[in-house]
């Protein structure tokens, strides 16, 4: 069953290399090895610089976003007998390289942070118990909570690479996850970063951070979402005013 | 080389804060939140390995436990726990435990976990394993990564709670008595340098150490570093033999699939399509989709992978190209249940044993799972040394026993991680002074110890170490153990041991090394393999997750170990193994019982105290 696997990684040692390079490996695969387990094997026995992050395997702690032939995906959720032809791996699009397969997460963490995503409700106290939310109520945000942050819709998302200011589709989702729920009240809180140039209307649909998510989360529907929530904003802000 | 160390020497930044808290899964981010809860002028350093959301607590499935309907009872919280640890539970501690975990776990339903719902939209329970009556709370399938963002995500809320993402803690810092905590030192793994943490308290929050085991659940992070870091300043670690191994895990990667499936209804079964757990203490059998507590299915996790053991044994398990496997099967519960409750199991299974539960069964098998022992601690989660504290996996508080019940692990990190955060502010509060010199001793030995390390010369590496480590403990410390098979395992950690001093680093980068990194958490998983081995082999009796094949070892002994086992660390040679009394409020210890042989003798207790 075992067969030998052609990888080709784009390294990038910022103490040794100018550029960053691609380095070919090959190693022995079955139908069952992952390119999170191929990485793991290379860094073992091969080459003990290779540097990447992992550490659940099992596509819920968000650590292994890279490119795969182009396309962000997690490593662990990859398996190599889809490749038999090779495989080429590079760092997430979109974020400045560190080394090897490692970017520098923090503009995603500052923007995360940015939105405020956690309940904002004084009334609330556990003596009380816990409040009441129908499957119906938690069904409206419920999609949106299952966001594990691996990063895979920033890298696939064009206007981020353009505009380093863009707010982006998970933390968008995020925002809209905290406010279609019935326990918050943070709604206005939130909206004037994503009333913002860089909060959603900053999108310019192109939907494919929808497509390569790996938990089927859908942040294109909760950026159009937030945009009506944002127009709407805007119009009773103006009549506010008059 | 010397050149950058002298540049690291004179670099060092050093900071100071109030309690520092090292790890950020479940039980650090509860405790970080408590302490700015508990006095908001607080500075609250937390130090992490890997950013908040990737810690391990992120794949715990099934859900958290607390007593919730009307008809249950915190005595039958206690019971289910004390009588699932076989009775090694220290029992205060179980009390303050069942009597808290409503309140924490409506506490995180208001900052916005997604509990799953009944119509009406309270809140839901699920069955598990060894609890009498349906108490988990759970989220989907996937209660551990709501939990942990929920956490993460309200912990944002305080400005007082500074992060230290990517932070890899290479040791503590002690007062030259080494009896009251001063605070650590940590890696910058982006830019390779040490930062010196001063801390009026510091928590342990560091996770398990099922990484030592090559056949486990558990996230590569989880490599037991807070334990060695504790360990090697003298505090003990207690009650480390007992491993548990989840008895459904992936053939292969041994990825968990969560015990919520038999909650649900799921049954297992032999390659003779026979629900075997009925010949293992656990029957009679219950009809299928009828799931009955404490019965079958809904057993304990060390009997279930022990009784998968017997199977094996007697050539009942399937010969999966994986390995040895048995089926869970949920085929019955239907395409609908199955996406709405165990939506992430079907999604691993069908990634990675290409197996759709709907269609089929899931091939599974026993595997490495949870650390039940841990960093000894009184009831409030403090160590021997004052303002060092321990909450989570890697404690022992005293919760679990020698046998953990699922879905009490994440209602501990919630219980114990709130007086944790209370305890560690108050220390925080009453500390005296810094004791400097000491601090500028420890960093310098710390830093020469490192540099030394990175610059050493030697033909060994640290995978090779792991590799040869994690074999020895799945032949060591496995679901039944033997003094041969733990003496093996213990000479051969002795040797991996003195390999270690010459194992050679060949990235010598400032930059995300991590090559150094997982040196340094390979040495920690020694130190913490050979504390479990040695606690086994001086365990001369048969409790929960420890069980033996050798003569006089195969039962339980109360009259010699109903005792905690303490493993005190000794440079270059064994761990001294000591024990202390387990506290005992109000239930001695009887027969462990399950399935209709419990209610038995339930019924004949009953009518003899009526007698």
């Known amino acids: 069953m075992s067969r030998i696997q052609k990888i080709d990684i784009m390294r ?65 959720q990859t398996f190599l007998r889809d490749y038999p032809d090779g495989i080429t791996v590079e760092p997430l699009a979109n974020f400045d390289v560190e080394k090897d397969l490692i970017v520098d997460m923090t503009p ?18 556990p003596d009380d118990g816990p409040t009441i939310q129908t499957p119906a109520q938690m069904e409206k945000y419920q999609q949106y909570s299952a966001c594990i942050n691996c990063g895979l819709c920033y890298a696939a998302c064009p206007q981020f690479g353009l505009n380093k200011n863009f707010i982006g589709p998970a933390v968008i989702a995020l925002a809209r996850r905290y406010n279609l729920d019935t326990r918050d009240k943070g709604f206005q809180e939130r909206m004037g970063i994503l009333n913002s140039e860089d909060g959603v209307w900053g999108c310019t649909f192109v939907g494919y951070c929808s497509e390569v998510c790996p938990k089927g989360v859908d942040p294109a529907a909760g950026v159009n979402q937030t945009k009506v929530d944002s127009a709407q904003d805007y119009v009773i802000s103006m009549m506010k005013c008059q | 080389m010397s050149h950058l160390f002298i540049y690291w020497r004179v670099t060092v930044q050093t900071i100071t804060t109030d309690v520092a808290i090292i790890g950020a899964g479940g039980a650090g981010l509860r405790s970080a939140i408590a302490a700015a809860e508990a006095n908001p002028d607080l500075e609250i350093a937390l130090i992490s390995k890997v950013y908040p959301m990737r810690s391990h607590t992120v794949a715990a499935e099934g859900g958290s436990a607390a007593v919730t309907q009307e008809h249950d009872t915190l005595e039958n919280h206690f019971n289910d726990t004390v009588g699932g640890g076989d009775w090694l539970c220290e029992q205060d501690v179980v009390e303050y435990f069942v009597e808290h975990a409503y309140r924490e776990m409506t506490q995180l339903e208001q900052w916005g976990c997604p509990w799953s719902r009944k119509a009406n939209g309270e809140i839901n329970v ?28 309200t912990s944002i809320k305080y400005k007082q709670i500074k992060r230290f993402d990517e932070f890899y803690v290479v040791d503590l810092l002690t007062s030259e008595d080494g009896k009251q905590i001063q605070g650590l030192v940590a890696l910058n793994m982006m830019e390779g340098e040490y930062i010196a943490i001063k801390a009026k308290s510091v928590v342990l929050a560091t996770g398990g150490a099922a990484r030592v085991f090559s056949f486990n659940t558990n996230g590569g992070i989880v490599t037991g570093d807070g334990m060695a870091m504790a360990y090697r300043h003298g505090v003990p670690l207690r009650d480390m033999e007992f491993l548990q191994y989840h008895p459904t895990g992936l053939p292969g990667t041994g990825i968990l699939i969560t015990e919520g499936c038999r909650g649900e209804g799921g049954v297992i079964t032999n390659k003779n399509g026979y629900r075997y757990l009925q010949d293992y203490g656990l029957g009679p059998e219950t009809p299928l989709g009828q799931p009955k ?65 709907v269609k089929e069964p899931i091939p599974i098998r026993p595997t490495a799972h949870y650390t039940m022992g841990g960093i000894e601690t009184d009831r409030y989660n403090e160590t021997c040394i004052n303002g060092l504290f321990a909450v989570g996996e890697c404690s022992s508080v005293g919760l679990h026993g020698a046998n953990r019940l699922g879905s009490n692990s994440l209602a501990e990190l919630l219980v114990f991680g709130k007086q944790t955060g209370d305890g560690a502010a108050k220390r925080a509060a009453e500390f005296k002074e810094w004791d400097e010199k000491s601090i500028t001793k420890q960093v310098k030995t710390i830093e020469d110890r490192l540099s030394a390390l990175m610059n050493q010369e030697g033909d060994e590496d640290w995978s090779t170490i792991r590799h040869e480590m994690t ?51 390979v040495g920690c998983s020694l130190d913490v393999a050979e504390s479990m081995v040695h606690s086994a082999l001086n365990r001369k009796e048969s409790r929960g997750a420890h069980q033996r094949l050798d003569e006089g070892c195969t039962e339980r002994d109360d009259v010699n170990y109903l005792k905690h086992s303490l493993a005190f660390y000794n440079e270059d040679k064994k761990p001294t193994i000591d024990y202390s009394e387990v506290t005992i409020t109000k239930s001695q210890p009887k027969q462990r019982l399950y399935g209709a042989a419990a209610e038995e003798a339930a019924a004949k207790e009953k009518a003899e105290g009526k007698e």
């Open chain 1, 12 to 76: 990038y040692d910022p103490e040794k290399d100018a550029e960053p390079y691609m380095q070919h490996f090959e190693i022995p695969v079955n139908e069952t090895t992952s390119l999170l387990d191929a990485l793991v094997y290379i860094k073992d026995e091969q080459d003990k610089s290779l540097t990447f992050r992992w550490s659940c395997r099992m596509a819920i702690c968000g650590s292994c976003g890279m490119m795969v032939n182009n396309v962000p995906k997690l490593a662990c």
């Open chain 2, 293 to 357: 507590n404490k019965y079958m299915e809904l057993g304990p996790r060390d009997k279930l992978s022990q009784a998968f053991w017997y199977e094996q044994q007697k050539g009942n398990t399937v010969k999966h190209p994986l390995g040895d496997v048995v089926y869970l099967d949920l085929r019955h519960l239907g395409a609908d249940y199955l996406n709405e409750r165990l939506p992430f199991i079907s999604e691993l299974a069908k990634a990675y044993v290409d197996v759709d539960p």
């Open chain 2, 471 to 521: 074999d020895a403990m799945d032949k060591g410390c496995g679901i039944f153990r033997t003094e041969e098979l733990m003496v093996e395992a213990a000479d051969k950690l002795a040797e991996l041991k003195e390999r270690f001093k010459h194992i050679n680093i060949k990235d010598k980068g400032d930059v995300f090394n991590t090559d150094f990194l997982y040196a340094l958490e």
């Open chain 2, 126 to 153: 699920r069955r598990f394993g060894g609890m009498k009556v349906a108490r988990t709370w759970f989220a989907a399938d996937k209660s551990g990564f709501h939990i942990l963002h929920t956490l993460f995500q």
């Open chain 1, 108 to 125: 995603f963490i500052e923007r995360l942070e940015a939105i405020k995503p956690y309940i904002i409700n004084d009334d609330l106290n």
